[in-house]
């Protein structure tokens, strides 16, 4: 509404990309003054084919079709083994047929939330009951990525609940999402835990201990932004040089390529062990 106020933007396009999924809530948006309303967890064909309306010239290219996994459970076994109460198919196509990113997503998933039943008794019950409806609200949208569409449900189901009675954990909603949260997280449990992130081939690789403070001070700074154009000046600086500088140049950059936040911030934090 206030973007609309302004007399420049009133032909804007604005586009809500939103867990608010319940019945009204697309007119909400509409009314507001937005375009379009896309709900999470995100389908990206829908996502493209919303922006291709607002963007001006249509594009002809399509996305890369993921593999089908309803169509070839051979392939599906192959990529991924069964896991109980999430839609491996949905997920993958979340993320255009990405494999490697999906495990670690679904590692990260099962590594975040593992303990998140007894965290919200918790909460509750020391009354941080925003702190409580927060965690409901991050499980109902990292269910819905990974397709945990039950768990997406009840995690949905225990937040409006949440914010209609605040005070307390209404028992039958907790134990609907207490049940479905175990059932996800024993599931994943067959795909071991997440790979130390610790960059790999860096391991005996040293920079200068001024060079080193130097680097981790710009890594934390780059990640904390979300800068992505920082941290690849950074991996190109290094990889100018001829010391260790170039390996840790060449692999800053392929985190950066892969969005790998968390494992910069632990690269950052080795860097300033060892410049200490």
């Known amino acids: 509404r206030a973007i609309r106020r302004d007399p420049r933007h009133h032909d804007l396009p604005i586009i809500a ?14 009314v507001a003054g937005m375009n379009d309303h896309i709900t999470k967890p ?3 064909q829908e996502l493209f084919r919303t922006l291709a309306k607002y963007v001006g010239r249509p594009s002809r290219k399509t996305l890369p079709q993921p593999p089908s996994l309803e169509d070839d459970p051979a392939l599906a076994a192959e990529i991924l083994p069964y896991l109980d109460g999430i839609d491996t198919a949905g997920g993958l196509r979340r993320l255009l047929g990405n494999t490697a990113s999906y495990l670690k997503i679904l590692r990260k998933f099962r ?21 409580a ?22 995690a949905a189901a225990l937040e409006k609940s949440l914010r209609e009675e605040a005070a307390d954990l209404p028992d039958r909603e907790y134990s609907r999402f ?8 024993n599931s994943l449990a067959i795909l071991g835990d997440a790979p130390q992130p610790e960059a790999a081939g860096l391991a005996q690789e040293t920079l200068p201990p001024a060079l080193a403070q130097e680097i981790s001070h710009r890594l934390h700074a780059a990640v ?53």
């Open 42 to 44: 995100i389908n990206p």
């Open 133 to 154: 409806l927060h965690l409901a609200h991050s499980i109902k949208g990292a269910a819905g990525n990974i397709g945990a569409m039950e768990l997406h449900k009840a």
């Open 17 to 30: 990309m939103t867990a608010h999924a319940m019945a009204g809530d697309r007119e909400k948006s509409l």
């Open 224 to 276: 904390e932004a979300g800068d992505v154009t920082e941290l690849t000046a950074i991996a190109a600086q290094l990889q100018t040089r001829t010391d260790a500088g170039a390996a840790y140049g060449r692999e800053i950059q392929r985190l950066t390529e892969e969005f790998e936040f968390d494992t910069l911030s632990h690269m950052a934090d080795s860097l300033a062990a060892h410049a200490d």
């Open 178 to 185: 207490s049940q479905e949260l175990q059932r996800v997280i």
């Open 111 to 131: 590594h975040d939330f593992q303990v998140a039943s007894q965290s919200l008794q918790e909460l509750a019950a020391a009354g941080r009951s925003d702190e």
